[in-house]
Every structure is written in structure tokens, then in C-alpha cells.
């Protein structure tokens, strides 16, 4: 018998590369990540991005940063080359960014990528182009010190690629969004971005991390923020969060980094709410920038491909320690506001922030004064609205009670509620009714959300959904990947009552509302709507789901208690929660009412 072919092989280079850059490089923001790094590594204090077609066509980062020597630059684009560790050991001792040596062989497998290079001192610079990892040429050129590189046609030798990429919109909304990410982690830097050859945003090197928040993030979102910082032997935490009464419905605006690196933690996000609960209402979260110092033994940096999240030896001690700095730094700003700290004005805020800098963490030495904050949703005081009816000041909207409790329409025969007699409110929350089987207790926030939910979703099915027209537009602004959503979903936007306007990259003017949405509410609740699209919530490529899921976001806003109501008031609530097609329990499925007939009245008071 002859030998058998034999079945294991080493892969080509190239072949390995393009397998490792689909590890790496999942989306062209990740190549703008790579290249960033990389430039921050080389000690860079001026970073240029560029790129367009949402970085599938061309994306191009350039460093004044100490530029590589010919063989170095050769020695780059070799698998698991790098010149940031030498042995296993120095993995307990990471103070830069990159460290494997993956990313530059990687983009090159998958791209035309062209190198440009100069060292200070040399008299000329090095250019190695690779097209799809096959290396065209390596020549002198000339240069200024620091690094070029520029990619094209990124997933050009592997097309299957491409078709999982999103939008030119949203892929670029990454980029954006990965570029603000670093310039907040390095405010010493300065960083310039462009997009089809129309500048996004040049920050020039911040002072200091709330001067570099408000240049990226906006002087509204500086002004809402409270300083923490704590130190202790084995961390040490600086940065800012919302101050009480500024809330978010997602956790897209915890932003953490860890030793200067941006990073998805889980134990640091989860710390954060956790330190924010006693000042949040349950379901909303912080917004935070939160710097995390340690010693590099103490996390690994090297649990995830595109090196995105971090593992902590000592989870539970750094969990203790974030929560317990949140919770000084809240209470502390309180106590210096005084007692209209959660509704009134910011007063200017000075505080020191650690000293604390590991590669890539700036030292925020101060906080910079800042003035009054104005509303946490931007809405200006005192917007009027114009709808059917007369106008109406912003906050003055009608009661649920007043526009919604009765019956749109005449009821249907038989459909007149049931015969039970109001006896009156208990702790204003429950509703108390008398029947000939016993007692009723109503719970009348879900009995509510029971009638405005069907409401909306009739509403919303037949496309008829009453809009009020603002006579002044209200601000809003969202970070790039929120903006490029609302974009993309404008028109579900638009079919449900809403008029957005684009006033910039991510600034827009909301000019119309559905009715039932008061104008001080508007700017949030997009913002809320954005973020459940953003989590996969609510998905308008699913319209039923999709209407369904804003029905029940919508309730939140519309559902308000009167304080006291009479007869007629909750004998409408009857009429309309028995017409709806499942009056016994709310959209969130808690009953609407309970029954407590004879039988069990007599069991519990010992009736013979």
C-alpha cells in the first residue's frame, strides 16, 4: 500500500495574515484604531485621520510621531513582529497600546496599504506599498518624520467581508466615534479627522479632560458633570459622571479606560451604576468618563483579538473601589451644592484630580470652572408648540387625564365597563370598587398603560398619528453611531411623528412631535429611542415589533396620576380599559385589577 497524502500543512503567510485580520479587523474603525495606536506608541503629539466611503475606499492616518528606519519599517510588516515586548514577562509590564504585532500584516493582507516613514535625523524616508499581501515595492522617498499609512479598497482580496459591513453612514459613525474615544484618553494630542475631504473635528492639545469633553461631547454635556477622584495603593480613579437628576435609558454612554486604554469592562460599567443607583431612578444609568489607574500586572490586556476588553486579578477589590468613589464624589458635590444640588444650576467647580499617568492617561491636573448647565435634554425653556388646539408652553402639555381617559368614540353596545360602583382612591394608586361578587381593586397606572398602549399601536398601524408642530425647533445632539442611526431609521422617524431635522454632523433640530409626547420630553426620549434601536430593542427592519416596542417606550411618558379623580373620571377609565383587547393585565403584564370575592372576605375576617 502506498503512503497516504499527508492532511496537515502549514498555511501560507498570507493566508494566515487575511485569517488573522478577520480576528483583527472586523470593521474599517477598527483599522483607524490600529493605526491610532499605533501613532500614540510613537510617541505622537499631532494625529491626522482621513478616510471615505465610510472607510471602505480609503482611510489614511499620519503621525508626527519618532517614524521607524528602512529595516524596521520592513520588519513591521512581518506576523508577530513589534518592538514592544520581547518575552512572555513583559505582558505584566504593558504600558503601551499595541503589543502583538498583528494589526500592520494584518491591513495589508486585505488592502492596498502603502507605508511612509522617516526617522528624525534621516536624510530621506521609506515607502513600502502591499497590495492584498503581496508587496509591490520598497523604495526612499521623501517625507516628513513620523508615519504615513494610507489603506484602500480595504476587503478588496476577500469581498465576502464586505457584505457584512453596514451603511458608508455607519461605518463611518464607528470611526468617528473610535477617533473621540482616543482623543479623550490622550488630551495632550492633538487630533484632526476628515471625512470625504470635509473636516469632522481638529482638537488641539486640551489642557486638560473636561476642556477636551467639551470640545468632543459639547459644552451642554461639560456642564451636567461631576468630577471623582479617589486614590488608593492598588488604584486609583479620576474622571467624570452625571451629576444627580441627569440620566440616561442605556448604557452607551459609559465610557471606561483602563491604564489610558479604552476598554469594554464590565466590572468597571457595572461599578458605576452601582455607585450612581442612590441618585438614579431604577432603569436609567450614568453618563461617565472614568479614568481606572493600576499597576499593568494587576489587568490583562490580552483576553480579546482586537484587544477591547480586560480582565481585572482582582475583579470584586476593584468593583468595591469604583463604587465606593462614585458614591464620595456624588455625595460630596451635593453636599457642597447644597439643597437644590439636582435641579438647579451648576455652580462653577474646581476639584483636583489625581496625579496618577500611565501611558496614554493624560493628567487631568484640574477641572476648569464651568458655568450654569442648562436642561439635561436641551430643550429650551418655554418652546411653544402649535397642534389643532391652542398653542402650549413646553412642560404644559394636557394631563393623560384630560386628553386620552375618555373615549375617543362613542363606546360599542355592551361595552360600557362593567356595573361596579366607585367607593374611592387608595394611597392614590389603586382605584376601590364595589360588585356583586365582592371587591375590586384597580391599579390605575396599569390600567392606563393598558388603554395607551393599544391606543399608540392602533394609532401607529394605521399611520394616522396626530403631530404638534413646534413654533421654536428643540436642540438635540447625539454621539456619531446615535446620529447615524437616527439618519438611517428617519423615515420610520417621520411615519410615527416625528420631524428631525440634520443641523450638522450630529446636531438636528426636532421641528414636530406626535401629540401624546410633551415638547420638555422630546429631546430624551429620542435619545431613548436611539439607544433601544442601538441595543437591538427596536429594530424598524421589524415594523410590527418595531411599533409595538415604541407603544411601550411611549407609555412611560404619557401615563401620568392625578392626584384625586371623581366617578365620571374613573367610570371613562372602566369604559375604555374593557374595550381594549386584553383588559385584565397591562403591556408589561402585571394585572390591571384583582377580585376579592365574598368567599374570601369571609375566609379572612372567620365568617361562619
Request: hydrophobic share 40%; net charge positive; glycine share 10%.
Given at each position: 500500500m502506498g503512503a497516504t497524502a499527508q492532511k496537515i500543512r502549514v498555511l501560507p503567510d498570507r493566508v494566515a495574515n487575511q485569517i488573522a485580520a478577520g480576528e483583527v479587523i472586523e470593521r474599517p474603525a477598527a483599522v483607524v484604531k490600529e493605526l491610532v495606536e499605533n501613532a500614540l506608541d510613537a510617541g505622537a503629539t499631532r494625529i491626522a485621520v482621513e478616510f471615505s466611503h465610510g472607510g471602505r475606499a480609503r482611510i489614511r492616518v499620519e503621525d508626527n510621531g519618532s517614524g521607524m528606519a528602512p529595516a524596521d519599517a520592513r520588519m513591521a510588516l512581518e506576523r508577530h513582529a513589534t518592538s514592544k515586548l520581547a518575552e512572555a514577562g513583559d505582558l505584566d509590564r504593558l504600558r503601551t497600546f499595541g503589543f502583538r504585532g498583528e494589526a500592520l500584516p494584518s491591513i495589508a493582507s486585505i488592502a492596498r496599504f502603502a507605508l511612509?516613514?522617516?526617522?528624525?535625523?534621516?536624510?530621506?524616508?521609506?515607502?513600502?506599498?502591499?497590495?492584498?499581501?503581496?508587496?509591490?515595492?520598497?523604495?526612499?522617498?521623501?517625507?516628513?518624520?513620523?508615519?504615513?499609512?494610507?489603506?484602500?479598497?480595504?476587503?478588496?482580496?476577500?469581498?465576502?467581508?464586505?457584505?457584512?459591513?453596514?451603511?458608508?453612514?455607519?461605518?463611518?459613525?464607528?470611526?468617528?466615534?473610535?477617533?473621540?474615544?482616543?482623543?479623550?484618553?490622550?488630551?495632550?494630542?492633538?487630533?484632526?479627522?476628515?471625512?470625504?475631504?470635509?473636516?469632522v473635528f481638529r482638537s488641539p492639545a486640551a489642557a486638560n479632560l473636561l476642556d477636551r469633553i467639551a470640545e468632543i461631547f459639547g459644552r451642554e454635556t461639560a456642564e451636567s458633570l461631576v468630577p471623582i477622584a479617589a486614590a488608593e495603593p492598588?488604584?486609583?480613579?479620576?474622571?467624570?459622571?452625571?451629576?444627580?437628576?441627569?440620566?440616561?435609558?442605556?448604557?452607551?454612554?459609559?465610557?471606561?479606560?483602563?491604564?489610558?486604554?479604552?476598554?469594554?469592562?464590565?466590572?468597571?460599567?457595572?461599578?458605576?451604576?452601582?455607585?450612581?443607583?442612590e441618585t438614579l431612578p431604577e432603569g436609567k444609568f450614568p453618563r461617565a468618563f472614568a479614568f481606572l489607574t493600576c499597576d499593568p500586572a494587576a489587568v490583562d490586556v490580552n483576553v480579546h483579538p482586537a484587544k477591547r476588553e480586560v480582565r481585572f486579578r482582582q475583579e470584586a477589590g476593584v468593583r468595591d473601589f469604583v463604587i465606593r468613589s462614585v458614591v464620595a464624589g456624588l455625595r460630596d458635590w451635593s453636599v457642597r451644592q447644597g439643597p437644590a444640588a439636582a435641579s438647579g444650576p451648576a455652580p462653577e467647580v474646581v476639584a483636583s484630580v489625581g496625579p496618577a499617568r500611565v501611558h496614554g492617561l493624560a493628567e487631568p491636573a484640574s477641572v476648569y470652572p464651568v458655568g450654569g448647565a442648562a436642561g439635561a435634554d436641551g430643550a429650551p425653556a418655554g418652546a411653544m408648540?402649535?397642534?389643532?388646539?391652542?398653542?402650549?408652553?413646553?412642560?404644559?402639555?394636557?394631563?393623560?387625564?384630560?386628553?386620552?381617559?375618555?373615549?375617543?368614540?362613542?363606546?360599542?353596545?355592551?361595552?360600557?365597563?362593567?356595573?361596579?360602583?366607585?367607593?374611592?382612591?387608595?394611597?392614590?394608586?389603586?382605584?376601590?370598587?364595589?360588585?356583586?361578587?365582592?371587591?375590586?381593586?384597580?391599579?390605575?397606572?396599569?390600567?392606563?398603560?393598558?388603554?395607551?398602549?393599544?391606543?399608540?399601536?392602533?394609532?401607529?398601524r394605521a399611520g394616522g398619528v396626530p403631530v404638534q408642530r413646534l413654533l421654536l425647533a428643540i436642540p438635540l445632539e447625539l454621539d456619531p453611531i446615535a446620529a447615524a442611526l437616527l439618519l438611517d431609521h428617519g423615515e420610520f422617524l417621520h411615519d410615527h411623528g416625528f420631524e428631525v431635522v440634520?443641523?450638522?454632523?450630529?446636531?438636528?433640530?426636532?421641528?414636530?412631535?406626535?401629540?401624546?409626547?410633551?415638547?420638555?420630553?422630546?429631546?430624551?426620549?429620542?435619545?431613548d429611542l436611539v439607544g433601544a434601536m442601538r441595543e437591538g430593542r427596536l429594530s424598524p427592519g421589524q415594523p410590527e415589533l418595531a411599533r409595538e416596542q415604541l407603544a411601550r417606550m411611549a407609555i412611560a411618558k404619557v401615563v401620568r396620576l392625578e392626584p384625586s379623580v371623581g366617578e365620571a373620571e374613573m367610570r371613562a377609565l372602566l369604559t375604555e380599559l374593557f374595550a381594549t383587547e386584553q383588559p385584565s393585565v397591562g403591556p408589561n403584564g402585571r394585572p390591571t385589577f384583582l377580585e376579592i370575592n365574598h368567599a374570601e372576605l369571609g375566609r379572612r375576617f372567620l365568617a361562619r
Open positions: 511612509r516613514t522617516r526617522e528624525a535625523g534621516a536624510e530621506a524616508g521609506t515607502e513600502i506599498v502591499v497590495h492584498g499581501g503581496r508587496r509591490m515595492h520598497d523604495r526612499a522617498c521623501g517625507c516628513p518624520v513620523g508615519t504615513s499609512i494610507e489603506v484602500e479598497d480595504l476587503f478588496g482580496p476577500v469581498p465576502a467581508r464586505r457584505k457584512f459591513l453596514k451603511t458608508d453612514r455607519t461605518e463611518a459613525a464607528h470611526i468617528v466615534q473610535c477617533v473621540r474615544l482616543y482623543a479623550l484618553a490622550c488630551p495632550q494630542v492633538a487630533f484632526r479627522l476628515s471625512e470625504d475631504g470635509r473636516e492598588e488604584w486609583q480613579l479620576a474622571g467624570f459622571i452625571s451629576r444627580p437628576g441627569v440620566a440616561r435609558t442605556t448604557r452607551q454612554e459609559l465610557i471606561g479606560f483602563v491604564n489610558g486604554r479604552p476598554v469594554d469592562s464590565r466590572t468597571l460599567n457595572s461599578a458605576l451604576i452601582a455607585g450612581s443607583r408648540v402649535s397642534s389643532t388646539g391652542p398653542a402650549v408652553l413646553a412642560g404644559a402639555m394636557p394631563s393623560p387625564s384630560a386628553q386620552g381617559l375618555r373615549p375617543s368614540a362613542p363606546a360599542a353596545p355592551g361595552l360600557d365597563g362593567p356595573p361596579w360602583r366607585f367607593l374611592g382612591l387608595a394611597h392614590g394608586t389603586y382605584a376601590l370598587f364595589e360588585s356583586a361578587a365582592g371587591l375590586i381593586l384597580l391599579d390605575r397606572r396599569s390600567a392606563q398603560e393598558r388603554v395607551w398602549f393599544e391606543r399608540l399601536r392602533r394609532q401607529f440634520e443641523f450638522g454632523r450630529t446636531f438636528f433640530r426636532i421641528e414636530a412631535l406626535p401629540a401624546w409626547l410633551e415638547p420638555g420630553a422630546a429631546a430624551g426620549f429620542l435619545r
